[in-house]
Structures are given as C-alpha cells and as structure tokens.
C-alpha cells in the first residue's frame, strides 16, 4: 500500500480540529481501556490498518489483553466482555454502520442502561471521531506504524 498523502503535514489546522474532538470524548471519565475497544472495533468495521495498529497498541497500554483483542472481531459471540463493553460495542457497530443499522432501539437501550447521559454523549463522541479517523486513514492510506504528521 502507498499513502497517497501526508494529511498531517498537508492541513495540521483540520487536524488540530480532530485531535480537539479526541480530547474532548477522552475527558468526560470514560475508561481508557473501553475507549480503545471502541476505537479498535470501529477501525475493524471500517478496515483502517493504521487506526487498528494503533489503537491495539493503546489498548495493551492500557492494560487490555491479547486474548480480548483477538476477540474483538466477534464481540458478539465471545464471553469475555462486561456487558458495559458490549453496550458500548454494540452501539459502536450500530453507529459505524449507520446506514445499514439506523441506530435501532435496542442497542441505545443497552447502551442508556450502562451509561450516564454524559458519558453516552461522550462514548458517541469517540465513536464518531474514530470513523472520521478511520475516512483519513483509509482515505490517504495511512500505512500502519508510521508516525502521524512525520
């Protein structure tokens, strides 16, 4: 794969704009380690290489482990997930996949149950700021490891 730019190094103030969103979705109190499940799980929906490499990495920072990883392809089927995680999981799926899911009831019902208000503004947040990461990354083919703005 060759990126077809350098969208950093191109439009840093469009950037700066984005990175404002991630601070603001990552200030509300939200667990580090769910946020990177969600970011992770987006960056799979959407095939982002790059987001996934990173958000993986940011995941085992964050104490996340190996075997949850692996299973994050199949959230749905797998038992190790706190049904908080798999609040915040299905509505990442139902959002990522906007067109096809329109936000069913269900999985905002599940998601209300487990989240202040607050923080299902702030998880809706981070879902939507990782889908406009995962459109630069995929968009300008971002090649995974390389370092942002570099």
């Not at 190996?66 to 199949?74: D, G, K, Y």
């Not at 797998?78 to 269900?106: H, K, S, V």
């Given at each position: 794969?060759?990126?077809r730019t350098n969208h950093w190094a191109t439009a840093p103030k469009v950037l700066q704009a984005m990175m404002s ?130």
């Amino acid at each position: 794969m060759t990126a077809r730019t350098n969208h950093w190094a191109t439009a840093p103030k469009v950037l700066q704009a984005m990175m404002s969103l991630e601070k603001a979705s990552r200030s509300q109190g939200l667990e580090p380690a769910l946020l990177e499940l969600v970011k992770t799980r987006a960056s799979q929906v959407n095939r982002c290489a790059f987001c996934i490499d990173m958000h993986t990495r940011e995941a085992r920072a964050a104490g996340e482990t190996e075997q949850r990883l692996f299973m994050l392809a199949a959230w749905e089927e797998a038992t190790c997930y706190t049904p908080r995680e798999r609040a915040a999981l299905a509505w990442t799926d139902a959002l990522t996949l906007l067109a096809e899911t329109g936000a069913p009831d269900d999985a905002y019902a599940a998601m209300a149950a487990e989240f202040s208000p607050e923080h299902q503004v702030a998880l809706t947040l981070a879902i939507s700021t990782i889908n406009a990461w995962n459109r630069f990354g995929v968009g300008f083919r971002a090649v995974p490891g390389s370092v942002p703005g570099a």
